[in-house]
């Protein structure tokens, strides 16, 4: 079936530190969504990317999508204490046409 | 930015009875809603897609005639767990996309605590 797979599931990094978590589908997706989850709080749309090779950045946030559009990839530059909860990805494919399969997440935990 | 609420936020019911879970989005037409199920730590588990003026379509495993769907007008969105069992007890989390040209933005809502006892 058609999965996305995230990687690391969890990630404990020191304050100013990077991070990054990554998404892998078996098949081509035509988009693929980041979401944010805060402890206790619902999923919060970040970005959609949609073409391939794409990247886009939102202040210290980075986000790529593969030449084959089987991957995408989440950074976040001089980790901050604000930057934790569970960020997520979410592939739409072709054969699938608007709903998303989401990957398991990435727990980030930032130490200060 | 776009506004997807959902009603109630937390719910404690007894066994055997049935609740409702509304969602509606506030400031933009929604002709497609997705309800999701959340177990702690874990990801977002699609249960099916709310169609306006249609029937819904549930995602493989889902008991339709248990989790009863109803999308009456472009912005709201009813989930109903009917006969509710201690194992039904989640997270609920409703979804609603806006298109943007060539894409879309997809919103969550704040989410409905279950827990039946």
């Known amino acids: 079936g058609q999965q996305v797979m995230q990687i690391p599931q969890y990630q404990h990094v020191q304050e100013g530190e990077d991070f990054t978590t990554y998404c892998n589908s078996s098949t081509t997706l035509s988009n693929i969504q980041w979401y944010k989850q805060r402890p206790g709080g619902h999923p919060v749309f970040l970005i959609q990317?949609?073409?391939?090779?794409e990247v886009k950045k939102q202040k210290r946030l980075t986000f790529q999508f593969g030449e084959a559009k089987k991957n995408s990839s989440l950074h976040i530059t001089a980790t901050q204490t604000t930057d934790v909860g569970t960020y997520f990805c979410?592939?739409?494919?072709?054969?699938?046409?608007?709903?998303?399969?989401f990957g398991d997440g990435t727990t980030l935990t930032v130490k200060p | 930015g776009a506004v997807v609420s959902q009603h109630p936020s937390r719910v404690i019911c007894k066994s055997g009875t049935s609740v409702k879970i509304e969602c509606r989005s506030l400031d933009f037409q929604a002709t497609t809603m997705f309800w999701y199920r959340q177990f702690p730590k874990q990801s977002l588990m699609l249960m099916a897609t709310s169609n306006e003026g249609s029937k819904a379509t549930y995602e493989q495993g889902v008991e339709k005639d248990k989790f009863l769907i109803n999308h009456a007008s472009l912005t709201l969105s009813t989930l109903t767990v009917t006969s509710a069992h201690p194992e039904d007890s989640s997270f609920y989390i409703c979804?609603?996309?806006?298109?943007?040209?060539?894409?879309?933005?997809?919103?969550f809502g704040p989410g409905t605590r279950l827990t039946v006892t």
């Open positions: 979804s609603a996309r806006r298109p943007r040209a060539g894409s879309f933005e997809q919103y």
């Open positions: 990317l949609v073409k391939s090779g």
């Open positions: 979410a592939g739409d494919y072709n054969t699938n046409a608007g709903k998303s399969t």
